[in-house]
């Protein structure tokens, strides 16, 4: 007799097994891609279709995450995101390159006078004012950072009329002409505070990374000074070493 072809929530199903034994046997680790759709489908003999209701089901899991666009496919994945050190990309496009919903929250907007520590790193003169902005950003519909950005007032003017749910630096590049060239940032663990805790939604006391940042244009001057706290649960950090050509590789990724 011969054998009747699995029905369609089946045949998915095995493709999800086949997924996961590779996941294992391979060893991918999570933020790794495991292939493009396309090859995924050529790899086990099956439909685009087919292989798409078997990510779907993965991804509804939070066991693989699908990312569009030239440097998208099927990704493994662990429910984190991924923090890349290695590039001056705003937050909101790194997370939706990693095919996850960001949503920003403006805390704080305000004109202030700059601190010790600001003033040094923006290298502002005295009586020079700052723009401070604390953020709070969602991924998929869990808090997961606090951004605090301080600016100089002067070389923004009018900022605070402007959106700042989106990218900042989108903004800043977009309705101020701003290049940026670089940005020096150091990273630690720290607890969490009360406020820090109730906002994020962990408990006070758990891990938070801070990551510092002074960031700079093309001319050398510093346009940002900031303090971001993310939630060590959910955030992975990646950096890329280069090579002696660094800084010819960092003049073509700018398309200088």
Known sequence: MTARPAPPEDAAALVRLRLLRLLTDERFHPGELVGS?????????????????A???????????????RTGGVFAHDGRVQRHLNTTMGVPEMVRRQGMRVATTVLRAELGVPGPD????LRLGEGEQVVRVVRLRRVDDVPWSLDR??????????????????????TLT???????DRADETVEAVPATAEQAQLLQVAAGAA????RRTAHDVDGAAVEHALDFFRADRTRVHLQKLGANWKRVARRERGG
């Open 37 to 53: 759709e396309r090859a995924l489908a050529e790899r086990f003999g099956v439909s685009r279709s087919l292989l798409r209701q």
């Open 149 to 170: 950005s301080v600016l100089p007032a002067r070389r923004y003017p009018g900022l605070l009329q402007h959106d700042l749910t989106e990218s900042l630096y989108a």
């Open 55 to 69: 990510v779907d089901r993965l991804e509804d899991e939070g066991r693989v995450r699908r990312a569009t666009g």
């Open 118 to 121: 600001e003033r040094r790193a």
């Open 208 to 211: 938070l990374l801070a990551i």
């Open 174 to 180: 977009a309705r101020y002409g701003l290049e940026l």
